[in-house]
């Protein structure tokens, strides 16, 4: 049985030293939590984020889209690929996602995109046994490569079979992770995944892995 959406809401995420904005989905009986993690120059109001967002919903996982940066942060542009930086907001985010009333007793899972994509393995590494699953949608993880040997959580990388640079990166990183991971390429996509039913595809591939690796 398809979930609807329970509770869509924008919060504030205040993490002591600035307050970022998020999108928080709650879904009927939700079966987890999807922390987003986004990539270079987008925000909490990605289009594709939001759309696989709203796909999960259905198959009953809630998420959370937040922007890593503030707005003044955004602006000085190494900000947004200071790995350190981002995935220390992650983890902060995190950690207070694991005290907000609603959400706090479900199993949180990590959505990275792009360069988001070395934000959250490096944020999993850090927070070990509390992130229960990863998925990497066209991700950079040669951007951690230096944590990649200490995933334990169970990691999917979705890259695009038209995406050649990436797709070599990635295969990298799964012979560098030492934990459960797949790599799924989805032939005829490239890096964004703009082609017509590819950006479904990877919302199923990511909705069976929450399916299969996140529990209590």
Same mark, same amino acid.
């Given at each position: 049985? $398809?979930? #609807?959406?329970?509770?869509?809401?924008?919060?504030?995420?205040?993490?002591?030293?600035?307050?970022?904005?998020?999108?928080?989905?709650?879904?009927?009986?939700? $079966?987890?939590?999807?922390?987003?993690?986004?990539?270079?120059?987008?925000?909490?109001?990605?289009?594709? &984020?939001?759309?696989?967002?709203?796909?999960?919903?259905?198959?009953?996982? @809630?998420?959370?889209?937040?922007?890593?940066?503030?707005?003044?942060?955004?602006? =000085?542009?190494? &900000? /947004?690929?200071?790995?350190?930086?981002?995935?220390?907001?992650?983890?902060?985010?995190?950690?207070?996602?694991?005290?907000?009333?609603?959400?706090?007793?479900?199993?949180?899972?990590?959505?990275?995109? @792009?360069?988001?994509?070395?934000?959250?393995? @490096?944020?999993?590494?850090?927070?070990?046994?509390?992130?229960?699953?990863? =998925? @990497? /949608?066209?991700?950079?993880?040669?951007?951690?490569?230096?944590?990649?040997?200490?995933? $334990?959580?169970? #990691?999917?990388?979705? !890259?695009?079979?038209?995406?050649?640079? =990436?797709?070599?990166?990635?295969?990298?990183?799964?012979?560098?992770?030492?934990?459960?991971?797949?790599?799924?390429? !989805?032939?005829?996509? #490239?890096?964004?995944?703009?082609?017509?039913?590819?950006?479904?595809? !990877?919302?199923?591939?990511?909705?069976?892995?929450?399916?299969?690796?996140?529990?209590?």
């Amino acid at each position: 049985m $398809k979930s #609807t959406v329970q509770t869509y809401k924008e919060i504030d995420i205040d993490i002591g030293e600035i307050c970022l904005k998020g999108n928080l989905r709650l879904a009927d009986h939700s $079966k987890g939590i999807i922390l987003f993690s986004h990539g270079s120059g987008s925000s909490r109001l990605s289009i594709r &984020n939001n759309y696989v967002a709203s796909l999960l919903i259905e198959e009953g996982f @809630s998420s959370l889209l937040f922007d890593l940066l503030s707005a003044k942060e955004d602006m =000085v542009y190494e &900000n /947004r690929f200071d790995i350190e930086l981002l995935t220390q907001r992650l983890v902060k985010v995190t950690k207070w996602v694991m005290k907000y009333e609603e959400i706090k007793k479900l199993p949180i899972g990590y959505f990275g995109a @792009s360069t988001g994509a070395a934000s959250a393995l @490096s944020a999993a590494a850090e927070m070990g046994k509390s992130i229960k699953a990863i =998925v @990497s /949608r066209g991700g950079r993880p040669d951007l951690a490569m230096p944590i990649l040997k200490d995933i $334990k959580t169970p #990691t999917l990388l979705i !890259v695009g079979g038209d995406d050649e640079v =990436v797709i070599e990166l990635n295969k990298k990183a799964k012979d560098t992770i030492e934990g459960v991971c797949e790599l799924k390429i !989805v032939e005829g996509a #490239t890096h964004l995944f703009p082609e017509a039913g590819k950006l479904e595809i !990877v919302a199923k591939l990511t909705a069976d892995w929450f399916d299969k690796y996140l529990k209590k």
